[in-house]
């Protein structure tokens, strides 16, 4: 098992139970009593209605998390598509949502311990606490010291704990059925229709689970595949479980037995099978709500990473516990809240705040698909995607946004308020702090500046069909590039498209270092100029751009898809295009799905006279065979093939069919016989002025840029070392989905 | 001639303070010994359900760890290399890592926490000499408590 494998070790099993456990707990076990007071026997249509709102959502949450299966799920896909404004709505509203969640949950968990442990109320001063308030608070205690102290044993059991309750649930669906008595079901809707929308809405806390699903998408194996089918399954397996329970619950008895009834299912299972029919659905509710509660627990704090990441917490928040290795700040604070909610708030209180603040994430998450499917920046690569775009994402927008206006007009006031302290919260806070842009903004920049300082479409090409792209950043090593650059495009009678990328600070709009050049950087008119002047010299033709960015490394892609490159030259070092930002596994993603040639020049002074290229064979050593030939061709440069062997025969055979397919018959060939290659290598170097490395294996430049590489003899060696990774072939995987 | 015990070690961290501890200890005899040091962070995986903690973020506290390691060895000009690996016993990730690089030995320098955090947190040194297949050096810490 690879790394990457032992590190994503959520099955599709487990990804589903992580959706079905955390709904189960709150649509069967507490919500009945409360919503079947409220609109009779038409309850299974409310839990319907909210099955089918969720699912929307979750269709669009599947094709983001399929193209970002980041910690955070939600909210980080909110913050990346439309900026840190919404993402500290979203952040706080998902952080909180699932806090009132597990206090529901909670709470839930009280009421079903109740029933066999008499615990006495407390009061406090002017708060007195019920039992099911006391044994909220002691269980939510217990929940959040576990998830403190890390007992990896919690989330073991929860497949097993799910299954138990399907099949509890079953086996009462079934008796139900020999029971039912069609008759108590009606009048279907004895308080009319009216109370149907707002009963959803308390209702719809009990759809919360597969958020839960998108914030551990990072542990997802095979998130491509997984993802969805958790998400989106999960959502209809509890629907029809939910939609089937109640019906039987409400055609076994009369409505008025159901009604208020906190702990419903397990006096109907009394009625049914006795005493052990009532002792296993008492059983499934505390291990349903707890279930519920902890793994809510688990995911806030993923959430609150990825807040921590984009800047828009504090990272004090983040440290992780030298001997637990859990995020304890995190799950205190969210522990805290817990408690506090549970104090203050009632069953419906809960339920409905957690409903709302999950709305709230849901409408913003249609639309974030909305922005991702209209700016379509290169790096978003779905691998799955939502069926009869844009209708899903638009209804899913709007029927999530408009279920909020049925809820009680306290809790709408509430989060109003909510929502206007995470405004605030942007302003004060997150803003000066924020690492991310919107891609919603850059795309409304791009289109606002001038045409000088960026492109829009690829501009026609007047020179070939070949396109060489030069990113520029560090104006020293204009002049290098564009000598490797011009020559490859003139070799291929194509064009050099010459890219100064200015790295602007973050807390910058790029509108406006646009319209202060000067402020940012005093070179980008020499920068290009040089650049024009090599291009002349050689007499290739030359295009310039100037683009402003936030992400400089992210943006040497980016204008690689736009300009339709076929290969890139660009520099490598600390000052060259920035560090990229601290997502290294977006970086990863960037540099495995490589749009073009990469050619990467470690630059210790250009000199190209004697050329070192080290071959074993494999496509990206005819990369580096290209580029030899084209530099010996241009500059007259002098090329040593050095291969490494078991015995010089064998290597001499080797060396000569390659440079003969590699139209390197003039070079001189070095065959070594010594097992170590980088040693055979820094030793040939030395009397080289260029050494051209293919890359030895996929993702080698993602691990350069990521200062994980472990050739050393790119440091060791003292002249220029130039490396060579050729565009990824798209799998066949991906050519079949598109 | 026998290689010498501290050629090729394997220190386990477990945080900054931690590695920056260990190192302070073993790190002198390392040096004097001439032979190299390889840290490593087990991120401790559940096993199919839900971490205690994001990969991400321990991938970036361990990164914070090797810093300190890093730092160290560069100071006692001793080769040092650093590795994430993932396990669901982070004693067998130890020693598996141990075994796949052919440690000389193991190196750690164990914590004076609390015999009440040793009981929440398993008393990892313990399980670790006893299941080791390799030598263990122990190094006393001449760190404060925690």
New interface residues.
């Given amino acids: 098992m690879s790394e990457q494998e032992l590190a994503k070790d959520l099955g599709p099993l487990a990804a589903l139970t992580i959706g079905v456990g955390t709904m189960i707990g709150a649509g069967i076990f507490v919500l009945p009593g409360p919503a079947v007071a409220r609109v009779g026997p038409l309850v299974a249509v409310a839990f319907v209605l909210g099955g089918a709102i969720a699912l929307l959502t979750a269709l669009s949450a599947s094709e983001l998390g399929t193209a970002m299966p980041k910690a955070g799920g939600a909210y980080y896909y909110i913050n990346h598509a439309l900026g840190p404004l919404f993402g500290s709505i979203a952040g706080w509203a998902n952080w909180m949502g699932l806090a009132f969640a597990s206090a529901f949950y909670m709470y839930g968990f009280g009421q079903y311990v109740g029933e066999f442990l008499s615990v006495p109320g407390v009061e406090i001063g002017l708060l007195s606490l019920p039992p099911a308030k006391v044994i909220a608070l002691f269980g939510a205690g217990f929940f959040v010291a576990v998830n403190y102290v890390g007992a990896k044993e919690t989330g073991r059991l929860q497949n097993i704990i799910v299954v138990t309750l399907v099949l509890i649930l079953a086996g009462f669906t079934l008796v139900g059925t020999f029971n039912a008595d069609l008759s108590t079901l009606r009048p279907i809707a004895p308080f009319g229709y009216s109370p149907l929308l707002p009963t959803t809405g308390l209702i719809f806390v009990s759809f919360l689970g597969f958020v839960q699903i998108t914030s551990v998408a990072e542990e997802i194996k095979d998130p491509g595949r997984n993802l969805p089918r958790a998400v989106i399954g999960s959502v209809l397996i509890v629907t029809v479980i939910y939609a089937l329970v109640l019906v039987v619950l409400l055609a076994v008895v009369e409505t008025p037995v159901v009604a208020n009834n906190e702990t419903a299912v397990v006096d109907v299972a009394r009625m049914l099978a006795g005493p052990a029919g009532a002792a296993l659905l008492l059983f499934g509710g505390l291990l349903a709500t707890a279930s519920s509660a902890n793994a809510s627990i688990l995911a806030s704090s993923r959430i609150n990473f990825a807040m921590g990441r984009d800047g828009i917490v504090t990272a004090w928040l983040n440290e992780v516990h030298e001997r637990f290795a859990t995020p304890y700040r995190s799950i205190a604070v969210t522990g805290l809240f817990i408690l506090v909610f549970i104090v203050f708030g009632d069953v419906e209180t809960l339920a409905t705040a957690g409903s709302v603040l999950h709305l709230l994430i849901y409408g913003l998450l249609n639309v974030a698909l909305i922005v991702m499917r209209e700016v379509n920046p290169p790096t978003y690569q779905p691998d799955y995607e939502v069926p009869l775009y844009p209708f899903t994402p638009v209804v899913g927008a709007i029927v999530s946004f408009a279920l909020i206006g049925f809820i009680e007009p306290i809790v709408i006031l509430l989060s109003v308020a909510f929502v206007v302290f995470a405004v605030l919260w942007y302003f004060f806070y997150a803003r000066e702090r924020s690492k991310t842009t919107g891609v919603a903004s850059t795309a409304l920049r791009r289109l606002q500046a001038g045409p000088e300082t960026t492109q829009t479409a690829a501009p026609t090409p007047d020179g070939g069909t070949y396109r060489v792209l030069v990113p520029l950043a560090h104006p020293d090593h204009v002049d290098d590039l564009m000598t490797l650059g011009g020559a490859i495009g003139k070799a291929n009678e194509g064009t050099v498209v010459a890219v100064h990328i200015v790295t602007v600070p973050d807390q910058t709009s790029l509108s406006y270092a646009a319209e202060h050049t000067e402020k940012f950087d005093l070179a980008t008119g020499d920068t290009l100029d040089r650049a024009e002047a090599k291009a002349d010299e050689l007499g290739v033709d030359v295009e310039t751009h100037t683009i402003f960015s936030h992400r400089a490394f992210e943006e040497v892609f980016d204008a690689a898809r736009t300009h339709d490159a076929d290969t890139v030259v660009m520099g490598w070092g600390k000052s060259e295009h920035g560090s990229p930002g601290r997502a290294e596994s977006a970086i990863d993603e960037l540099a495995h799905d490589l749009p073009a040639d990469f050619l990467v020049l470690k630059d210790r002074g250009l000199d190209n006279s004697r050329i070192l290229v080290p071959t074993a064979g494999g496509p990206d050593s005819d990369l580096s065979a290209v580029v030899a030939r084209i530099l010996a061709d241009e500059y007259g440069s002098r090329v040593s093939l050095l291969h490494v062997a078991e015995d010089e025969e064998t290597g001499q055979e080797f060396l000569e069919g390659w440079a003969r397919s590699h139209d390197l018959e003039d070079a001189e060939r070095i065959v070594r016989v010594d097992a170590d290659i980088e040693s055979a290598i820094k030793e040939e170097a030395e009397d080289a002025t260029l050494l051209i490395v293919g890359a030895t294996e996929k993702g080698l430049l993602s691990r350069l840029v990521r200062g994980s590489l472990v050739m050393d003899v790119l440091d060791e060696v003292s002249c220029s070392v130039l490396l060579a990774e050729t565009k990824s072939e798209r799998s066949f995987w991906r050519r079949l989905l598109g | 001639m026998a290689e010498s015990l501290l050629s090729r070690v394997v220190v386990p961290v ?5 590695a920056a501890a260990t190192c302070e200890v073993a790190v002198p005899h390392v040096a004097a010994a001439g032979g190299s040091l390889t840290a490593v962070y087990v ?16 991938e ?2 361990a990164e914070e760890a090797f810093e300190a390691v890093r730092s160290a060895c560069n100071g006692a000009d001793v080769d040092c290399s650093t590795e ?5 016993d982070v004693v067998d990730a130890i020693l598996d890592f141990g075994r796949d690089t052919d440690a000389s030995a193991i190196v750690f320098s164990p ?1 004076r ?1 609390s015999r009440w ?1 040793d009981l ?2 398993g008393n990892l040194s313990a399980k670790l000499v006893k299941q080791a297949d390799r030598p263990v050096i122990v190094f006393p810490s001449d760190g404060e408590e925690e």
């Fill in positions: 477990a945080g900054p303070d931690d991120v401790e995986k559940a096993g199919g359900a839900i971490d205690k903690a994001s990969v991400e973020q321990r970036e506290f994430i690996v993932f396990g669901t914590r926490g955090l929440l947190s």
